[in-house]
């Protein structure tokens, strides 16, 4: 199994692949988020599997992005095993135990967390437990299929190694620099397995390809980062497929200022630029295990 077949409207840009028209959440790839994938059935469904109901907010596409992306690659499939990175609050690692995935979920530690205010703001996972807080999965089968453990994004741990698939929620624009964002994208890779597929979300910087935020507690990825990183991935064997298309809908036109809305919050304005969220779907070079045990 490739990314290919899944979208192939795509041409060669400056040496990765980008996909011509509006991005489809049934059939992702690397894409923006936009109003009309928030339409799709698929959509719903994980909003009701995740006991949220559906919003046109940024943060909530992230979640429900990164369980299509894995479904359509199969691993939302029992016996999987993944691997989360700066899993926070967030509600993914309880439905994935739901559906007898192993997983082992990691976040900071609780001394440099506080230090970068993710404890005051409710955005640490302080212990296991809190990871299914939704109670999304029965307990039993919970504290046997996850495993959490402190961990620093810049320095993954070496045995960390073999899963099938990883991800991370708007975690990596937080890491110091660009570059060092990009680099934990490919670092992340080194966990899977030949194959495996890594999900991650992050910022968008949507209004210029040129001036950003770098070098700050939060970065804005351009355009030209995510061609340059998708560029050295192909070289290295793997696959990814780019989608910029920011839509054309009411609220891919609204740009959200703070105090930010809990709701029409697709695209914000982050200092001088207007940001949204990005998705990003690599498969690791080699035979994909997913594709050959379960018929993907």
């Given amino acids: 199994m490739t990314l290919l077949p ?3 409207f795509w041409r060669i840009f400056a040496g990765a692949r980008v996909a011509r028209g509006a991005p489809s959440f049934a059939r992702p790839v ?12 698929a959509y719903l469904r994980w909003c009701e599997a995740m006991h949220e109901q559906p919003s046109t907010h940024r943060k909530q596409w992230e979640f429900c992005y990164i369980l299509q992306a894995l479904a359509t690659h199969g691993g939302m499939t029992p016996g999987m095993r993944g691997l989360g990175f700066g899993v926070g609050d967030e509600p993914l690692t309880g439905l994935f135990a739901s559906r007898g995935i192993e997983i082992v979920a990691t976040d900071l ?13 409710d955005q640490h996972a302080r212990n296991k437990e809190a990871l299914n807080g939704r109670g999304l999965c029965e307990p039993a089968a919970f504290d046997r299929l996850v495993q959490f453990r402190f961990m620093d994004m810049t320095a993954i741990d070496e045995d960390l190694r073999d899963f099938d698939f990883c991800w991370s929620a708007c975690a990596l624009e937080h890491l110091g620099s660009i570059g060092q964002g990009l680099r934990f994208i490919e670092d992340s ?3 899977l397995k030949p194959g495996g597929v890594a999900v991650h979300t992050t910022e968008y910087n949507c209004g210029s390809d040129i001036e950003t935020l770098d070098n700050a507690s939060t970065v804005l990825f351009r355009k030209r980062d995510f061609i340059r990183l ?20 009411p609220l891919d036109l609204h740009i959200d200022v703070p105090p930010y809305s809990q709701d029409k919050h697709l695209k914000l304005q982050i200092a001088q630029w207007v940001t949204t969220s990005f998705g990003m779907i690599v498969r690791k070079r080699g035979r994909n295990p997913l594709a050959s045990k379960f018929g993907a």
């Fill in 6 to 8: 899944l979208y192939p």
């Fill in 109 to 121: 530690d609780l001394q440099s967390a506080a230090e970068q205010g993710w404890v005051d703001t």
């Fill in 30 to 41: 690397s894409q923006a988020c936009t109003q009309a994938q928030m339409n799709d059935p």
């Fill in 189 to 191: 890779l080194e966990c």
């Fill in 230 to 249: 998708a560029r050295r991935l192909r070289r290295r064997g793997h696959d990814v497929v780019l989608n910029f298309d920011t839509g054309d809908q």
